[in-house]
C-alpha cells in the first residue's frame, strides 16, 4: 500500500505565499515523477507543476516564474513541495499531489494520488 499525504493548504491574499508538501509512505521502492495538479469548481483537473527522479521538471505556464517544485528523496523522505509565490486569485483550487510509484523491482510504475488540499486566494 501506498500513501500521498498533503499539507500547507489554506487561505491567503492575493499576492501571498503557501507552501505545499506531499509525502509518500508505504511500500516504495522507486518514484519516478512527483507533482502537482489541481482543480478549480467547473472546470477540469490540470497540472500545475512536476518533477522527474532526475529533477527535471515541468509548470503549468500561467505559474510558471511564480511557482517552484523540489523533491526531497535523502533517506527515504519521498517528499514534493511546492512553494507558490505572488498567489492571485485564479490560483484557487483543491491541489492534489501526483506520484508514480514502483513498489518493487519486479512491477511497474503506477500512479497515485493524494486527497487533495483546499487553496483559497482572496482578492
Known amino acids: 500500500q501506498v500513501a500521498l499525504v498533503e499539507s500547507g493548504g489554506g487561505l491567503v491574499q492575493s499576492g501571498g505565499s503557501l507552501r505545499l508538501s506531499c509525502a509518500a509512505s508505504?511500500?516504495?521502492?522507486?518514484?519516478?515523477?512527483m507533482g502537482w495538479y489541481r482543480q478549480a469548481p467547473g472546470k477540469q483537473r490540470e497540472m500545475v507543476a512536476s518533477?522527474?527522479?532526475?529533477?527535471?521538471?515541468?509548470?503549468l505556464g500561467s505559474v510558471k516564474g511564480r511557482f517552484n517544485i523540489s523533491r526531497d528523496n535523502a533517506n527515504a523522505k519521498n517528499t514534493v513541495y511546492l512553494q507558490m509565490n505572488s498567489l492571485k486569485p485564479e490560483d484557487t483550487a483543491v491541489y492534489y499531489c501526483?506520484?508514480?510509484?514502483?513498489?518493487?523491482?519486479?512491477?511497474?510504475?503506477?500512479?497515485?494520488w493524494g486527497q487533495g488540499t483546499q487553496v483559497t486566494v482572496s482578492s
Open positions: 501526483n506520484a508514480q510509484i514502483a513498489s518493487s523491482r519486479l512491477v511497474a510504475y503506477q500512479e497515485h
Open positions: 508505504g511500500s516504495i521502492f522507486s518514484i519516478y515523477t
Open positions: 518533477i522527474s527522479s532526475g529533477g527535471r521538471t515541468n509548470y
